[in-house]
């Protein structure tokens, strides 16, 4: 049976199709209407307008996390798979995310007052991390001088330096090759 999409899902699903296809600038509201097949009072009812859709872009890497989790071998090293996790995000994100909108996220989260959604607890991102710590210490395969709190906020760290060394040094690498190189060595201290 497959599985019924929100509403507000189509929305996003629709907008970023769209930014990857047309660019951010390009896209117009009525372009993400059209393509999802819902009314401008519905985009409106979820979004205040186009820029509202950035703050998305953290749910689009929850559902490639949650898409990508579930296939991750039982027996692999939790630290093994955090790394894995991040480099397979790092690389879709540097093939499907145009710089520009990527910097315009993360320079937002600096300034902005209000939620900061990348740093949202609530996401399934941070609840997939825990529940990885929590089974790498069960585990014995993560230091256990450190609490799961900390191991979490680590690797969030470490995952969000990557992508914001990407955008201040405007792409001039490519992203999943630089997190296969770096992230390895960033999260080596975490092994017990």
């Known amino acids: 049976m497959a599985k019924k999409i929100s509403t507000k899902s189509r929305i996003i699903e629709a907008a970023w199709k769209?930014?990857?296809?047309?660019?951010y600038e390009e896209t117009t509201i009525e372009d993400i209407i059209a393509l999802s097949g819902t009314s401008k009072g519905t985009f409106y009812h979820y979004f205040a307008g186009k820029?509202?859709?950035l703050?998305?872009?953290s749910d689009l890497f929850d559902s490639y996390y949650e898409e990508l989790y579930p296939s991750l071998p039982k027996d692999m090293n939790?630290?093994?798979?955090?790394?894995?996790?991040?480099?397979?995000?790092?690389?879709?994100?540097?093939?499907e995310i145009q710089l520009n909108v990527l910097a315009y996220l993360y320079s937002s989260q600096v300034v902005t007052k209000g939620n900061r959604h990348l740093l949202d607890?609530?996401?399934?991102?941070?609840?997939?991390i825990r529940e990885i710590v929590e089974d790498g210490f069960r585990r014995g395969e993560i230091r256990s001088d450190l609490t799961v709190a900390e191991v979490s906020r680590i690797y969030?760290?470490?995952?969000?330096?990557?992508?914001?060394d990407y955008c201040i040094c405007d792409g001039a690498v490519d992203?999943?090759?630089?997190?296969t190189k770096?992230?390895?060595?960033?999260?080596a201290g975490l092994r017990a």
């Open 18 to 23: 769209l930014f990857r296809a047309k660019g």
């Open 51 to 53: 820029d509202a859709l």
């Open 55 to 57: 703050s998305s872009l």
């Open 78 to 95: 939790r630290v093994d798979m955090l790394i894995d996790l991040c480099q397979k995000v790092h690389q879709m994100i540097g093939e």
């Open 121 to 128: 607890q609530n996401r399934f991102y941070y609840q997939m």
């Open 156 to 164: 969030s760290m470490c995952e969000r330096a990557i992508i914001y």
């Open 175 to 179: 992203l999943g090759e630089y997190t």
């Open 182 to 187: 770096t992230i390895p060595i960033l999260l």
